[in-house]
């Protein structure tokens, strides 16, 4: 079964600066799909980025990019010039390529400070 | 993007009660929709995938009388909590598949259920 590791619950980042979120997964599928959702305080889950298995191009969105090592199963998430409306909590998910249902990990809540 | 979206935000009901809650694609037609329950500060928990027109798919430990799902058209599903108690207590999410091939899930806002 597949599985998604977020190893930091919690993460802080000073306004403007810059913070990696770490995600790993687990699968023995070859066509996949990772994502990064954000559930701020009003918990409407929001697509941040997503990024197709086969593409080696890291994925990028605005401020918001991604480190996708395939070999290491990792994930990362990085957020540039932080401000106060990323506060947060962040989900990584994966979905297989034949599959409809996402798995989702544990989630990191990012505070953001002045 | 794409927008769902999920109707009551908030319902408090006596337990004994059912509560129905709504979940509509606006402006794409969804051939799968997802049903979740987020307890406070974890996770979202997959309770079942509503497919059009067919029976939902249960997730393990879910009891689907209990959760009763109706995906009647590519627009619509429904979440009926029958006979609600106050462990049913909880923030429910429901998330909808564009069926023009993507892959991206979009989610609506979620409803909290309060069971008295």
């Known amino acids: 079964a597949q599985t998604v590791t977020q190893s930091q619950p919690e993460m802080s980042v000073q306004e403007a600066e810059t913070v990696t979120l770490s995600c790993t997964y687990d699968t023995s599928e070859s066509d996949y799909y990772l994502f990064w959702y954000k559930q701020p305080p009003s918990r409407q889950m929001i697509l941040v980025i997503r990024?197709?298995?086969?593409?080696?191009q890291n994925a990028t969105e605005n401020r918001f990019s991604v480190n996708f090592q395939k070999a290491a199963k990792s994930f990362s998430l990085k957020i540039s010039d932080s401000q106060l409306g990323d506060a947060a909590m962040y989900f990584c998910a994966y979905k297989a390529g034949t599959a409809s249902k996402l798995t989702f990990g544990t989630g990191t809540r990012l505070q953001v400070t002045l | 993007g794409a927008v769902v979206s999920q109707h009551p935000s908030r319902v408090i009901c006596k337990s004994g009660t059912s509560v129905k809650i709504e979940c509509r694609s606006l402006d794409f037609q969804a051939t799968t929709m997802f049903w979740y329950r987020q307890f406070p500060k974890q996770s979202l928990m997959l309770m079942a995938t509503?497919?059009?027109?067919?029976?939902?798919?249960?997730e393990q430990g879910v009891e689907k009388d209990k959760f009763l799902i109706n995906h009647a058209s590519l627009t619509l599903s429904t979440l009926t909590v029958t006979s609600a108690h106050p462990e049913d207590s909880s923030f429910y999410i429901c998330s909808a598949r564009d069926g023009s091939g993507g892959n991206i899930q979009y989610f609506g806002a979620g409803t909290r259920l309060s069971v008295l």
């Open positions: 990024q197709e298995a086969y593409k080696q």
């Open positions: 509503s497919n059009e027109g067919s029976k939902a798919t249960y």
